[in-house]
């Protein structure tokens, strides 16, 4: 088993935010929570009027994997933000 943080037994796989420990069941919660977030990923992408930058991937990324990775309030698309050197999506208008 592939246990880089040494918490499997406490985290499950990866640090999940389910604390699922089948790598399988992992994936597919992931998976779900991606497709869930699609269409707003694509409506998000769709507004860009200039080149994609680091940031928009990452809160493409943010709306559409990170719900299974980590246990914030709500995921919404938005430019991410290091301020408080944690990545963070906030709500754009």
């Known amino acids: 088993m592939f246990d880089p943080f040494k918490d499997f037994e406490t985290s499950g796989h990866l640090r999940n935010k ?3 420990k089948d790598p399988q069941i992992v994936q597919e919660l992931e998976h779900q929570m991606f ?17 994609l930058r ?3 991937f990452l809160a493409v990324w943010m709306a559409t994997a990170a719900p299974c990775w980590w246990s914030t309030p709500s995921y919404a698309i938005g430019p991410a933000s290091a301020s408080n050197g944690t990545a963070r999506v906030s709500q754009t208008s």
């Not at 699609?38 to 507004?47: G, M, Q, T, V």
């Open 35 to 51: 497709r869930v977030s699609l269409d707003e990923a694509i409506a998000y992408l769709a507004k860009r009027r200039s080149a």
């Open 54 to 56: 680091y940031e928009d």
């Open 18 to 20: 389910f604390a699922e």
